[in-house]
């Protein structure tokens, strides 16, 4: 079992950055995938970012091009680069480790706050 910690939400004016952070008590290098997700109050959580084992990347098309998902095996950590904030980005950030299976181990979420 992994321990996922999510840091670095937060609140932002539109047009905006935040890195959001994603550290892990074991080696993420065993996981298929690892992922960042979000759900808004009302909405179903998303996928927003994945980035494979091998460094395979693949986004939501709302975040693509804004949004840059990258991991670093050594250190255990995954992070969500995120540009270019819109209000309707405002979401519970989550980050997941996945299995091939699908099943996942998620952390406990981070607040990001954008405003008009």
């Known amino acids: 079992q992994v321990h996922l910690v999510e840091s670095g939400g937060g609140l932002v004016q539109a047009g905006g950055s935040l890195r959001l952070s994603c550290a892990a008590s074991?080696?993420?290098?065993?996981?298929?995938?690892m992922d960042w997700h979000r759900q808004a109050p009302g909405k179903q959580r998303e996928l927003v970012a994945t980035?494979?084992?091998?460094?395979?990347?693949n986004y939501a098309d709302s975040v693509q091009g804004r949004f840059t998902i990258s991991r670093d095996n050594a250190k255990s950590t995954v992070d969500l680069q995120m540009n270019s904030l819109k209000p309707e980005d405002t979401a519970v950030y989550y980050c997941?480790?996945?299995?091939?299976?699908?099943?996942?181990?998620w952390g406990q979420g981070t607040q990001v706050t954008v405003s008009s």
């Open positions: 074991g080696s993420i290098f065993s996981f298929y995938a």
């Open positions: 997941a480790a996945a299995f091939a299976t699908g099943f996942r181990y």
């Open positions: 980035i494979t084992r091998g460094g395979s990347t």
